[in-house]
């Protein structure tokens, strides 16, 4: 079976910093695009950070750039989302993706074959 989890999140002051892990099983990520996503209480899911595979193009939302990585690490099976500078409006549940040679998204429709059960990311002001 194929399977995404997701860990790292927590609780963190506003300027801190958390890396969140996403681990792939069943699958190999060396064909998947991947994307991490996020849901504040109340809020639609946004896109926050995405990679398409075949190019190696990174995307990033415009609230987090500057502040968020996402990168992969072929021989663990593992996506990461570094978050620096967190702040408050970052809270939500984060969700990684993966896409099998997709072309990577922040919307989410579709391309992605595989969701993660997500991690909760609360920063406290």
């Known amino acids: 079976q194929m399977h995404l989890v997701e860990s790292g999140g927590g609780l963190v002051q506003s300027g801190g910093s958390l890396r969140l892990s996403c681990s792939a099983s069943g699958f190999n990520l060396d064909y998947y695009s991947v994307g991490w996503f996020r849901q504040a209480p109340g809020r639609e899911r946004e896109g926050v950070s995405c990679?398409?595979?075949?190019?190696?193009?990174?995307r990033y939302a415009g609230s987090v750039k500057g502040r968020f990585i996402i990168s992969v690490d072929n021989g663990k099976n593992m996506v990461y989302l570094q978050m620096n500078n967190l702040k408050p409006e970052d809270t939500a549940v984060y969700y990684c993706a993966a896409g099998f040679d997709s072309l990577a998204t922040m919307t989410g429709s579709g391309e992605y074959d595989y969701w993660g059960q997500g991690t909760q990311v609360t920063v406290s002001s």
């Open positions: 990679l398409t595979i075949s190019s190696n193009d990174t």
